[in-house]
């Protein structure tokens, strides 16, 4: 399934940092909502990540969880960084 791959991906492309991992349980968590929601962006994994990102507020539990964990790394990076360089 072609999917699958293609939405870990875009889990990746859509969040802050490009170097997180992710799992397949992340994977299996948001395959719903990019079939319920982002139908039409699949098998582009960036479309699939860039409309599951607009789609947040609709996203499962599940996924939503997901989204926040990968959002919430990148934004602590950021934080991070942006104290370094002062």
């Known amino acids: 399934m072609r999917t699958v791959p293609a939405l870990a991906l875009g889990l990746i492309l859509a969040s802050s940092t490009a170097a997180l991992s992710y799992t397949q349980e992340d994977a299996n968590a948001c395959t719903p909502d990019a079939m ?3 139908q039409f962006a699949i ?7 860039d409309c599951l990102y607009r789609a947040r507020a609709q996203l499962s539990p599940a996924c939503a969880a997901v989204f926040a964990r990968y959002t919430g790394q ?3 990076q950021r934080r991070t960084l942006a104290v370094e360089r002062r």
């Open 74 to 76: 990148g934004a602590q």
């Open 43 to 49: 098998p582009d994994a960036r479309r699939v990540g």
């Open 36 to 38: 319920r929601l982002c």
